[in-house]
Each structure stands twice: as C-alpha cells, then as structure tokens.
C-alpha cells in the first residue's frame, strides 16, 4: 500500500508496516479478519503483532489513524496539483484502493470506530474547504460546516448504496471495485460540483426568504 508520501522515519519500522498490512487486510475482508489472518498476509507470526500493538483493537485504531493521515495527504496534493495534474491521479488509483475501502467498509459498518472515522473526514472536509475558498477554486458557503457533512455523508452514502444494489461489486476485489465506482461517479461529481443542477437561484432565494423568516417568527415568539 502507497504511503501516499515519503515515509517519515518511523514508517520504515516493522510496526508500521504490520499496520499497513492490517489496513490491506481489512479492507479486504473486512473487520472480521483475524490477527492471524494479517500475521499469514504479513509473513510474521501472530505472536509479532500481538508483542507491537497489544491487541486487535489497538492495531485497528492505528489503522484509522493512519487511513486519515493518507486521507488528508492525497486530498491536499490533489488540491495542490494543477487540474491536468489532478485528473492523473486517477491512474494511480490503485495505490490508494485499500485506504478507499477501509474508509467504506468502516463507514457501513457503523458503531464508534465507523462514526469517529466519519467525523474525522468532515472534519478534513472542511479544513479542505477552506483552502479551496481561500485559493479560489471553491465556492464559498453560508454554512462551510454544513456543507462538508452534506457533500461527505452523501457521497459515502450514495457509494455504500451502489454496493447494496450491485451485489457484483465486490469489496474484497479492492483494486477492481475502487476503479469501477470511480469511473462511474467522477463524471456526474465533477458536473454537479462544477456547473450544479438548478438552472437558476429561485428555489434558493425563496428558501433563503422562507428560513429567515421562520427564525424571525420563531425569535418573537420565545419567551
């Protein structure tokens, strides 16, 4: 798995690769996998990661950390990069499938680790908003916040739907299946994100009026 950077120093330990190994792992066959099942993919013995991480829980909140790293890592670069630059990162897809995966698998499944992973990437998403607004390549929002949790939860959301529907697509064939849902979204994404839907901004204005005019109504009647 692409570290989606130069390794710092502590990513050439055989802990940090037992973790990337764990991310594989689980993004393949998902949170149910064994620490014997990553020690086989790994090449060690079950006893090496148990001595490093204690745990499977603790080996999988390292996971997550790291999944949000190479997150925010490959967000930001794709910011960086020219458009041209940007839409090449596309075929460098397969570098990053286990980390898409994970991000899904843990999303659906739900529960503490999947919230805290959600609310992390809201959190990113944000912070990315914010740097597209001040370089001037995003929109800017009456509600940053509310527009990150919309544009995240619905894309996962939207994604984690099309694996319901299309039981074909399946989540242990990661490289594959990463490369089918994003030949399949990025055209529809980047249009709605680009040139929207609405032909004009009525609907807006309206809602606009009708909302401050509900809080208007709303303040003068509280005591």
């Not at 014997?36 to 745990?55: C, M, P, Y």
């Not at 009456?142 to 949790?149: F, I, L, Q, S």
């Not at 004009?200 to 005591?223: G, I, K, M, Q, V």
């Amino acid at each position: 798995m692409r570290t989606a950077e130069p390794a710092p120093e502590s990513d050439l330990t055989a802990r940090a690769r037992l973790r990337n190994s764990a991310i594989e792992v689980f993004a393949a066959r998902g949170f149910g996998a064994s620490v014997r099942d990553i020690a086989a993919h790994a090449g060690v013995s079950a006893g090496l990661i148990t001595h490093h991480f204690g745990s499977k829980a603790n080996l999988r909140t390292e996971c997550d950390t790291e999944v949000v790293r190479l997150y925010r890592v490959l967000k930001s670069d794709g910011i960086a990069r020219p458009p041209a630059q940007s839409m090449w990162m596309i075929a460098e897809l397969d570098d990053y499938a286990a980390m898409f995966v994970y991000i899904l698998r843990s999303v659906r499944e739900g529960g503490p680790a999947g919230k805290q992973i959600l609310e992390h990437l809201i959190e990113e998403a944000i912070a990315f908003s914010e740097e597209g607004v001040a370089s001037g390549v995003v929109r800017s929002s009456r509600d940053p916040a509310a527009r990150a949790r919309y544009l995240v939860t619905s894309s996962l959301g939207g994604i984690i739907l099309q694996l319901s529907l299309q039981p074909q697509l399946e989540l242990a064939e990661v490289g594959p299946t990463v490369r089918r849902i994003v030949d399949e979204i990025t055209l529809p994404t980047l249009e709605l994100y680009t040139e929207g839907v609405i032909a004009d901004r009525r609907f807006l204005d309206e809602y606009l009026r009708y909302a401050n005019h509900a809080s208007t109504t709303e303040s003068e009647t509280t005591p």
